[in-house]
Nanobody, 115 residues
Framework: QVQLVESGGGLVQAGGSLRLSCAAS????????MGWYRQAPGKQRELVAA???????SYTDSVKDRFTISRDNAKNTVYLQMNSLKPEDTAVYYC?????????WGQGTQVTVSS
């Protein structure tokens, strides 16, 4: 089993910044992909940013140039630096890990951006 623990969410004014962290532990073995998704009320969960196969990064268009995904391989942790936040970024942010055997999700962390 793999455990994902997210942190860093909160309430911020538009234009502000937050940094999310996701620490993976347990029987990780090898990571295929790891990244962040979000789900706003009444909407489907969507990819925000992720490290894909081969270590490349992928971002949804609405966050390009504002969000940056990074990782610390020694700590099995990924980060999401979110700058210039907008009210439409308000959502529950989830960490996802695919280790070639299964897909794991974190419990989610709320990000609320006030206008």
């Amino acid at each position: 089993q793999v455990q994902l623990v997210e942190s860093g969410g909160g309430l911020v004014q538009a234009g502000g910044s937050l940094r999310l962290s996701c620490a993976a532990s347990g029987s990780i073995f090898s990571i295929r992909t790891m990244g962040w998704y979000r789900q706003a009320p009444g909407k489907q969960r969507e990819l925000v940013a992720a490290f894909t196969v081969g270590g490349r990064t992928s971002y949804t268009d609405s966050v390009k140039d504002r969000f940056t995904i990074s990782r610390d391989n020694a700590k099995n942790t990924v980060y999401l630096q979110m700058n210039s936040l907008k009210p439409e970024d308000t959502a529950v942010y989830y960490c996802k890990l695919d280790n070639f055997r299964s897909v794991y999700w974190g419990q989610g962390t709320q990000v609320t951006v006030s206008s």
